[in-house]
């Protein structure tokens, strides 16, 4: 077992270290990560006994999974700190966002969260948002809002833009960064809170069906988001809200704690969120089939826009015919946070996390043998060369793996414990590896298979795994 703490460069307890420069590290070797040195507090429950939450809060799955893994922490009602693995997570997601929003020409930026209350009382939204937006006043008695949103920001930065001409556009710009909304009853963890990460898209185009064509663009981006991410998740009709427009669809995740009601068509001609229809509509316009009705937590939404915030800021650009003419706008968001939440909430089981693969934090968990066992000292040799040749077959998976160096515990239970805290891939030095070849056990968690494999069988599987 020292020697497979040594691979993973951190120091053997009562082995004395040899001096070395204090920057210096082997070229090309990424360092392995021991479970019991990564910051994640767990509380994972044992037998058959499950987490309460706080007296009178209410919970469901995600919560209570994110804060048993140590995922997530409450500091005060809606604000969570995001630890480490959390954050590994939504790196990756926003990592998949940056690609689907580059891929239809998004450029990335970043707005400040402060902005100053007249645009958005220009917009007429100060007063609409009411209790729902963060207001405070600096010392030269100044208003400002923590931003929920962007568009009077981005707006008036694309108005300062004097030389704007139609040949810069469509112009399509976005962000992802915390927003803060002041909800009256934070729930449900990262569903539903004060303080939360979201991507946001603004677009500018030269003409209502140039408009139109963006709109359609990103939606089908969104779509193939979340196919990638494997979440089944619905575009549905909704209202513009708060933040208006002639059109406007939700990307809702289907579940039972969803607090949107939907109703669908079971052919996929018509869906919506049943605050968009007018009384009881229990048939399909288009094929007449009956509407089924389920619930769905929203984690993506797009508004069609218009001039709703081009003609208050005055955002134009040059016609060809060289004349000023409002840009046609639209926005766009995906709630990063709540994408991580949502998606833990409908592919996990009561007591075992499960993430869409290509966003786990780690895809890879490997279990050495107990300490004292008969198979440690062979264990630890094979596991090794699984470790070396993985580096070097797959580098792309060398800092995406863990090694459960409990060794003091059984490996029947860091088994369940990596079960619990969903690895899409663990591999067990068990009994088989002194067979000739040695023989390694296999789970991989999201097919629900136990596979028992080479040395090469192992680099096979995990050659097909993807890390954004």
Known sequence: MEALLRRCCLPVLGTRQPTRPRHSSTPGRAKRLLLSQLFQPLSLPVGEAGWEGRPGEP???????MLQG?????????????????????????????????????????????????????????????????????????????????????????????????KQ?????????????????????????????????????ASEEAAQHTYNQVCDAYCHLFSRLGLPVVKVRAATGSIG????????????????????????????????????????????????????????????????????????????????QLAQMGCYGLGVSRILAASIEVLSTEDSIRWPSLIAPYQLCFIPPKRGSKEEEEGVAQLERVYDSLAEALPHLAGDSVLDDRTQLTIGKRLKDANKLGYPYVVIAGKRVYEDPPVFEVWNQNAGEVLFLTKEGVIELLSKVQVP
């Not at 930026?109 to 006043?137: H, I, K, T, Y």
């Not at 960064?177 to 898209?201: A, H, Q, V």
Request: charged share 25%.
């Open 169 to 205: 556009l469509p112009l399509r710009l976005y962000q992802v960064t915390r927003k803060f909304r002041d909800e009256p009853k934070p729930r449900f963890g990262l569903l539903r809170s004060r303080e939360f990460y979201m991507k946001d898209m603004y677009t500018f185009d």
């Open 59 to 65: 919970t469901c799955r995600s919560q209570r999974l």
């Open 70 to 166: 140590g995922l997530i922490h409450p500091t005060s009602p809606g604000c969570y700190c995001y630890l480490p693995p959390t954050v590994r997570a939504m790196e990756k997601l926003v990592r998949l966002m940056d690609e689907e929003m580059q891929a239809v020409g998004g450029q990335k930026l970043n707005l400040p969260s402060l902005s100053s209350a007249e645009p958005w009382r220009a917009s007429g939204r100060w007063d609409q948002m009411g209790p729902e937006l963060f207001r405070l006043v600096d010392r030269h008695n100044h208003s400002y809002c923590l931003g929920p949103t962007h568009e009077e920001v981005v707006t008036e930065l694309v108005a300062s833009q004097s030389n704007l001409s139609y």
């Open 245 to 324: 427009g002639t059109t406007s669809h939700e990307f809702q995740l289907p579940a039972d704690i969803g607090e949107d009601r939907l109703v669908l068509c079971p052919e996929g001609h018509f869906a919506a969120n049943v605050e968009t229809l007018n009384g009881e509509q229990t048939s399909c316009p288009t094929c007449g089939e009956r509407l089924t009705e389920t619930k769905g937590i929203e984690v993506g939404h797009t508004f069609f826009l218009g001039t709703k915030y081009s003609s208050v800021s005055n955002a134009v650009f040059s016609s060809p015919e060289n004349k000023p």
